[in-house]
């Protein structure tokens, strides 16, 4: 225990607490009391009657240290705009349902392939799916703190499912504008515990942590689209029925009049009424209603479109596109948006890595330096195209590339088969001059003579197949020209072996092509051609007479 703590102060500067306990269950104390108050906090929703005035002071007060009202104005946001809280939840989902994976550093010893193993099987037992949503606040907020809850088997320890704490909970140290502390009526607020929380800035833009949350970008937005919102509700309520303008006769008396007023007001909402008779209600369309609309119109599409650029990098991928979009545009911003959330989950990977795997690495196999801790990834599933790979990597194979087969597997998503595991093989290509196998390259003998398959074609059906005529003679044919293609062939296997290069090998080949033998081999054409037109012949004069027999029965 005295090594743990001399490590954990080493390390760390101290965080025992925080393997006994959470910071914010603090039981006793005048902390305790100050923390406990948090929990029993309700938000002030900023949001309601927000004004240009008012946004501008939440920023202001965000970017000296109060980051209370910023918070619950950019929850607010999330909650009440359906296309904020519809595309980061996309974006955060898209993060979130990726494949995980645990794995040494490079060059791991014995006790860093165990800490690997130990970390993997202690995230199997957790939500990372939950975990990295939670994380995900991050984009809209700049940061988000997680609070660790420590566990032990043993003298292994490990952590539990770590804990979303509300934004509002934080304020920045007035010393540092990148340092959050916990609020707790201080000047300054706790400090939190090392060893305590995943404590994940992420950068959705520069700046430090009051100002590089996406929010900050969304806020003006969100203003513009609520004033453009409630002004078009306004006019739909005053142009959404026509006008009714009521007429008396000049001799009405007030009491008509009265009555006339009360039926023109009554028939806005019941849409029926009576008035006296020699009066009249006339009904009235507003001219232009349809342009005052179109305007708020445009407005509300810019601030839509706005909002899925900042968010997702691109309108296509949102549903807030133009109607004239193409296949290729929306590729393109399908790729922005994948290159966010490359960027998202390096991010997230980050943290977890230097607040969840180091921590543990040092505290159960004293792995001091956070690069040699255990890596965390979230697979993006990216690979090249199969069909481009197959047809380029040959071509650079055959100029000499020396292409490692981990990098082929890495590009392809194809995991490398273990020892003893069953493996796909290529199906076997019927050869027109039998099976051969070079080994060694163009420095290598051939294994197994380059002559043609001795078997008929007849061997070579089923059973219950019967040959063909033109089968067998190309068996035949097969057969007999074996003698010369073995000469053929004899030459050729001499020429691969004292060849140097592919291009010396085929100068050797045409070359040799005038002075191979020919006479044996058109000899064997021309009897298979001639056995061929007689089989030919024969089999024309059975159909014939087989006509003719039939004719003579029917008669």
Not at 29 to 49: D, T
Not at 140 to 148: D, F, T, Y
Request: glycine content about 10%.
């Amino acid at each position: 225990m005295v090594a743990i703590k001399g490590l954990i102060n080493r390390l760390w500067g101290g965080g025992h607490q925080a393997l006994e306990e959470q910071q914010t269950d603090e039981e006793d104390g005048v902390g305790a009391a100050r923390i406990g108050q948090l929990k029993r906090e309700f938000a002030e929703h900023p949001s309601k009657g927000l004004t240009p005035g008012r946004l501008y002071q939440i920023l202001e007060e965000a970017e000296q240290g109060q980051l209370k009202a910023q918070s619950e104005l950019f929850e607010d946001m999330e909650e009440k705009d359906a296309q904020i809280g519809a595309d980061l939840g996309k974006r955060r989902q898209l993060a979130a349902e990726l494949e995980w994976q645990i794995v040494p550093p490079d060059g791991a010893d014995a006790r860093e392939k165990r800490a690997a193993e130990q970390a993997a099987e202690v995230f199997s037992s957790i939500e990372v799916e939950d975990l990295i949503l939670e994380m995900g606040t991050g984009i809209g907020h700049g940061w988000a703190n997680l609070e660790l809850d420590w566990d032990r088997d043993g003298a292994m320890r490990y952590i539990e499912q770590p804990r979303l704490r509300p934004h509002a909970w934080f304020r920045l140290h007035p010393d540092d504008q990148n340092r959050i502390t916990l609020r707790d009526h201080s000047a300054t607020g706790a400090e939190l515990w090392p060893l305590g929380w995943i404590q994940h800035h992420h950068q959705a833009r520069p700046g430090y942590v009051a100002r590089m949350g996406l929010h900050r970008m969304l806020v003006w937005p969100y203003l513009f689209q609520n004033y453009a919102l409630g002004d078009l509700a306004q006019l739909l309520e005053i142009y959404g029925l026509p006008a009714r303008v009521g007429k008396f006769p000049r001799n009405a008396t007030d009491k008509e009049k009265a009555t006339l007023l009360r039926a023109v007001v009554n028939m806005g909402k019941d849409a029926a009424g009576i008035i006296p008779e020699g009066m009249s209600i006339e009904f009235l369309e507003a001219a232009g209603k349809g342009s005052s609309a179109d305007i708020y119109k445009v407005m509300l599409d810019w601030c839509e479109r706005s909002k899925a650029k900042a968010i997702l990098g691109g309108t296509l991928t949102s549903g807030t596109g133009e109607g004239t979009n193409t296949n290729a545009l929306g590729n393109v911003h399908e790729r922005g948006q994948a290159s966010l959330i490359r960027s998202d989950v390096r991010q997230y990977a980050g943290s977890i890595r230097r607040d969840i795997l180091w921590p543990m690495a040092a505290l159960n196999f004293g792995i001091e330096k956070p690069q040699r801790a255990p890596r965390f990834y979230l697979d993006t599933g990216e690979t090249e195209d199969f069909k481009q790979l197959a047809d380029t990597l040959p071509t650079f194979v055959d100029m000499g590339a020396r292409i490692p087969t981990w990098w082929f597997h890495e590009k392809t998503g194809i995991p490398k088969a273990g020892d003893g595991e069953e493996v796909l093989e290529a199906r076997a290509q019927p050869q027109p001059f039998g099976p051969a196998a070079l080994k060694g390259g163009l420095q290598g003998s051939l294994k197994g003579p380059l002559l043609p398959d001795r078997r008929p074609l007849a061997a070579l059906r089923q059973d219950d197949q019967e040959a063909t005529p033109a089968e067998h003679i190309a068996g035949r044919l097969a057969q007999d020209a074996s003698p010369v293609m073995g000469e053929w062939m004899a030459r050729i296997e001499a020429m691969l072996a004292s060849a140097e290069s592919l291009e010396e090998f085929r100068e050797m080949l045409l070359a040799a092509q005038e002075t191979l033998p020919e006479e044996g081999m058109g000899e064997l054409l021309s009897d298979a051609m001639q056995a061929a037109q007689a089989a030919g012949r024969f089999d024309v004069e059975n159909a014939e007479a087989g006509t003719e027999s039939g004719a003579r029965n029917d008669a």
